[in-house]
């Protein structure tokens, strides 16, 4: 990303506490994470706003792991009037009704043997990679698959954080 400060972080680090707080739960349905980050404010780069999402990525709790998750709708399904989840989801966009029909499935028999959404970083996959995705996925054991869900939600909070202070006002 980038090592040196943008207008939008500048614009970030200058928000007022509940305008950041609202700005970053946009990012991640984590009260934890987002209280870790707008904690460590102001931010010198937006390296160091990655580094910091990481680390409170690595500290949540299994709660706190899904609050996270709750934020986010199952693939195929993007939040009516969501231009994020719609973007982020694209690869699903032009599947084959066929393919949507399976991934309902799947996300189904995922949520049922794990109790939450499948949860993938999907920007820039096709819709049949997300389903080879969660097809390989269901068989990970809990503890497994929590890690792989942990990681994959580390990727999409800094694709929108990114979006976030790099992104011109």
């Known amino acids: 990303m980038t090592s040196t400060s943008t207008p939008g972080l500048i614009r970030f680090n200058a928000l007022e506490q509940p305008a950041a707080r609202a700005a970053l ?23 160091d706003l990655y580094t910091a999402s990481d680390a409170a990525m690595a ?16 693939i195929g399904r993007p939040k009516p009037g969501d231009p994020t989840s719609a973007r982020e989801q694209r690869g699903m966009a032009g ?22 959404v499948f949860l993938i970083c999907a920007t820039g996959l096709t ?20 890690e792989t869900v942990r990681t994959e939600l580390g ?6 954080l990114a979006r976030l202070v790099e992104e011109d006002a």
Not at 60 to 74: F, I, K, N, T
């Open 25 to 47: 739960h946009e990012a991640c349905a984590s009260r934890t994470w987002g209280e870790r980050l707008l904690a460590a404010r102001p931010y010198a780069t937006a390296d």
């Open 59 to 74: 500290d949540l709790s299994a709660a706190d792991l899904a609050e996270a998750m709750a934020g986010h709708p199952p």
């Open 95 to 116: 599947a084959s009704d066929e393919l949507k029909a399976e991934m309902l499935e799947l996300n189904l028999a995922y949520q049922d043997r794990f109790g939450h």
């Open 127 to 146: 819709g049949e990679q997300m389903r080879d995705a969660v097809k390989e996925r269901i068989g990970n054991p809990p503890e497994r698959e929590r």
């Open 155 to 160: 990727k999409i909070n800094r694709i929108r």
